[in-house]
T-cell receptor, first 114, second 113 residues
Framework: GNSVTQMEGPVTLSEEAFLTINCTYT??????LFWYVQYPGEGLQLLLK?????DKGSNKGFEATYRKETTSFHLEKGSVQVSDSAVYFC?????????????FGQGTELSVKP | DVKVTQSSRYLVKRTGEKVFLECVQD?????MFWYRQDPGLGLRLIYF???????EKGDIPEGYSVSREKKERFSLILESASTNQTSMYLC????????????FGSGTRLTVV
């Protein structure tokens, strides 16, 4: 079945450092890929998405490119801020398999120190 | 923007009580979902619904039931709360279609004592 694997956290960075959070997936069809962010005590918010191969999703300085050849959707940001401290979830959905239900990775906690 | 509202941010209930968690969305979405989130276990799907009066079991439905009498409201019911149901509960909705993400509520942190 479909699945998502994320790098384990926690990830601790200094402010203005470069961020990469790795995400790889397994899917039988042509899924859409998502990154969600969860700030402390909150629900999940959609950060960015990509719906087909080679698409790049971007938002708030974060980027991720849908790489079909490596089945990856790594999240990157060039310069993190303390306010980026949160848990990040990679997810996929395939409308034609499993009816579009989101399948989540385990989440990666990011802590940014001043 | 779509809004998904969960009625309570924090709840404390006693073992054996019947607990209702309410979720309302305001954008006419067909699909609604209940997840629970626990440290080290990520998000696990409890139940979902593709239409009014329709429900499907997710990965961990035991000890839970749901109700969807109106399109905008999806209720999660703990028939007899137990301490192992202490968790963060997240409701989400989405419209039908490929490439459509979920919109989540802010979550309800339930403690069963």
């Amino acid at each position: 079945g479909n699945s998502v694997t994320q790098m384990e956290g926690p990830v601790t960075l200094s402010e203005e450092a470069f961020l990469t959070i790795n995400c790889t997936y397994t899917a039988t069809g042509y899924p859409s890929l998502f990154w969600y962010v969860q700030y402390p005590g909150e629900g999940l918010q959609l950060l960015l998405k990509a719906t087909k191969a080679d698409d790049k999703g971007s938002n708030k300085g974060f980027e991720a490119t849908y790489r079909k050849e490596t089945t990856s959707f790594h999240l990157e940001k060039g310069s993190v801020q303390v306010s980026d401290s949160a848990v990040y979830f990679c997810a996929l959905s395939d409308f034609y398999n499993q009816g579009g239900k989101l399948i989540f990775g385990q989440g990666t906690e990011l802590s940014v120190k001043p | 923007d779509v809004k998904v509202t969960q009625s309570s941010r924090y709840l404390v209930k006693r073992t054996g009580e019947k607990v209702f968690l309410e979720c309302v969305q305001d954008m006419d979405h067909e699909n609604m979902f209940w997840y629970r989130q626990d440290p080290g276990l990520g998000l696990r799907l409890i139940y979902f619904s593709y239409d009014v009066k329709m429900k499907e079991k997710g990965d961990i439905p035991e000890g839970y039931s749901v109700s969807r009498e109106k399109k905008e409201r999806f209720s999660l019911i703990l028939e007899s709360a137990s301490t192992n149901q202490t968790s963060m509960y997240l409701c989400a909705s989405r419209e039908t279609g490929q490439g459509v993400g979920y919109t989540f509520g802010s979550g309800t942190r339930l403690t069963v004592v």
